[in-house]
């Protein structure tokens, strides 16, 4: 559970102060230029953010509900960096070291939620 208060809770949190509050400078870390859609970024982050907090309260197949969002997004991201670090060669700091913390904190949730029966989906008679 604390990875996803503390981890999916405070990345949300975090990265929409990032993208609404300081755009210019995360934009340019990154090496790409801010625009709206950063903005839009943003209040997807504090939606995941408030998700993560929740799960302090709200347990079992919520935590899923949660993990879910955040590690598409994630991985999602991931992906999109490597591929302009392939096609345009930008080694931007923003743009490269965010890389590992997005695969191992996606992948880390999913294998923690798998490992915990608690947290994952109950399978009903009627599914089988």
Do not use: Y
């Not at 102060?17 to 709206?36: C, D, F, R």
């Amino acid at each position: 559970m604390a990875h996803l208060v503390v981890g999916i809770g405070l990345f949300g949190l975090w990265n929409f102060i990032g993208h609404t509050l300081m755009a210019e400078q995360i934009a340019q870390s990154i090496g790409w230029t801010s625009n709206g859609f950063q903005q839009e970024l943003g209040w997807v982050s504090l939606g995941i953010g408030i998700a993560g907090l929740l799960c302090f309260w709200i347990r079992d197949r919520f935590w899923w509900a949660t993990a879910i969002p955040f590690s598409t997004f994630l991985l999602g991201a991931a992906g999109i960096h490597l591929v302009e670090i392939m096609e345009k060669g930008n080694l931007n700091p923003g743009n490269t070291w965010i890389i590992l913390p997005d695969l191992l904190m996606s992948l880390t949730v999913i294998i923690l939620l798998l490992l915990n029966r608690r947290g994952a989906p109950e399978r009903s008679d009627k599914a089988r």
